[in-house]
């Protein structure tokens, strides 16, 4: 049931709550026929991956109503083994449905890269049929979408923990046949003293921004990198006025602003029930997104949704625009479930000011 809070405000609206699953990690596509694709991961929980399946759900009516969940992928039983963790969904220019998603042959969220595998899996008929999963070179956890520059080059960008460093690495690859070969990868962000992860890139002109979730766990900014060589190198990471941002996720708008959907998490004593309240939604610009400096740079920050369990979880987000300006979030919380739940928002970028 879709509840208006108020003019040009916020309309939330229930994906999926299945209380026998926790369902968790969605991303949405946008077809050219107006079909809204979400993804998400079904798990035991986000601590307990002893049972991870990827499903997928389609709304014809702009989120007001969405069909059953569907199976994307097979059920897996055991934590390690390959099982599944974060999927990302991309609609390519080509009219194909492109689904991501890390399979994790370690217990541990530190596994090393060989132990983090990613596949992809397509859809030609508007995610009604998929593929089989196909093995891609890439390693790591937590994938960003593919991303599809203008010149027709793919982008596939994962991360994984440096046990020697002592610190997260973000990296990235690339294709220039639609994903039969992969080259790289090259090092979108690592800095030290910093955790660099859960990254999302941006085609800006003839730049590519990425937008870090710093995982010190102490309320830091996001921080950015920029390439001007199509991701093959990347700038040192650069501060960006997002405090307490966690997997931040960055596209173009129709008027040619970005908006970022992020997690806000700001650090102090404790984890449950206190770290992952507050999901948001900022609106900049391209000037700020290539900005050197911080200090150069704006965002306006909005709330999207607060998650008042005391187990709070929530915060990631997957997002498109509809031609007529309107746009559509996905986002995991658990509020008032018994286990996460899948949540969407329509607004107006009316929501985010007034004239």
Request: negative net charge; aromatic residues 10%.
């Amino acid at each position: 049931m879709t509840t208006a809070l108020a003019p040009h405000a916020i309309e939330r609206f229930s994906i999926s709550n299945d209380p026998t699953w926790y369902e968790a990690f969605p991303d949405v596509a946008l077809t050219a026929d107006g079909r809204l694709l979400c993804v998400f991961a079904e798990c035991t929980h986000h601590g307990d991956r002893s049972e991870t399946r990827i499903a997928v759900c389609h709304s014809d009516d702009r989120g007001a109503t969405w069909s059953p969940k569907r199976a994307l992928t097979g059920l897996h039983q055991g934590c390690g083994a390959g099982h599944y963790n974060c999927p990302r969904i991309t609609a390519l220019r080509d009219g194909r449905l492109v689904v991501v998603v890390d399979r994790l042959y370690s217990p541990e969220m530190s596994a090393t890269p060989e132990e983090c595998r990613n596949v992809l899996l397509f859809s030609d008929d508007g995610g009604l049929t998929w593929s089989d999963e196909q093995l891609t070179p890439v390693q790591g956890i937590v994938p960003d979408r593919v991303v599809e520059l203008a010149d027709g080059r793919w982008l596939l960008a994962a991360h994984y923990k440096d046990l020697h460093l002592g610190r997260l690495i973000q990296r990235v690859w690339w294709s220039d046949d639609c994903g039969a070969q992969w080259h790289g990868p090259a090092i979108v962000g690592d800095q030290e003293g910093l955790n660099l992860c859960e990254v999302s890139i941006v085609e800006i002109d003839d730049a590519l921004v990425a937008f870090h979730r710093e995982n010190s766990g102490d309320g830091q900014d996001c921080y950015k990198t920029v390439s001007y060589d199509r991701g093959e190198t990347w700038s040192s990471a650069v501060r960006f006025p997002l405090p307490g941002c966690h997997r931040p996720v960055a596209g173009r708008l129709l008027d040619g602003r970005l908006l970022i959907t992020h997690r806000f998490m700001h650090g102090g004593k404790g984890w449950v029930g206190t770290w992952t309240q507050n999901t948001f939604a900022a609106l900049t610009d391209a000037e700020s997104a290539l900005a050197r400096q911080r200090k150069d740079a704006w965002a306006r920050i909005m709330p999207l949704d607060f998650d008042r369990s005391l187990q709070s979880d929530t915060g990631y987000t997957g997002w498109v625009q509809f031609p007529d300006g309107e746009v559509v979030v996905v986002n995991y919380i658990m509020d008032d479930a018994p286990k996460a739940q899948i949540r969407g928002y329509r607004f107006s970028l009316d929501a985010l000011y007034i004239a």
